[in-house]
Every structure is written in structure tokens, then in C-alpha cells.
């Protein structure tokens, strides 16, 4: 989705990876978190509403 460095390319391809995930049907997603701080924060909030508020941390 883009360089960690880069929220803006991570935030922007976000949607669209996403979207792809549902029309395969997958049941699983893993992802990285992000610091909840600027774009991180919207990110962080996509990320946990397509999950269903669930996270499981390793």
C-alpha cells in the first residue's frame, strides 16, 4: 500500500485495498498498526472499522 514513511500513500491506496479484500471474500486481514497521531489517526480508525473493532495483537 506505500512506505511507512509515507502515510499519505498508505492512507490514499487504503480504499482500494480494502475494496479488493471484500470482493475476494477474504475472512482475514493482517495489517500493521500505525501511531494515532495526524493521518495515522484516520488510517487506524479505516482499519478498525473494516475490522469490526476486532484486533488480535502478536
Do not use: P, W
Amino acid at each position: 500500500m506505500g512506505s511507512r514513511a509515507s502515510q499519505e500513500s498508505v492512507a490514499r491506496e487504503l480504499y482500494r485495498v480494502l475494496r479488493e479484500c471484500d470482493d475476494e471474500n477474504l475472512e482475514v486481514i493482517f495489517a500493521e498498526s500505525f501511531s494515532e497521531e495526524g493521518l495515522g489517526q484516520a488510517v487506524m480508525n479505516r482499519l478498525l472499522k473494516a475490522a469490526g473493532h476486532r484486533t488480535v495483537e502478536v
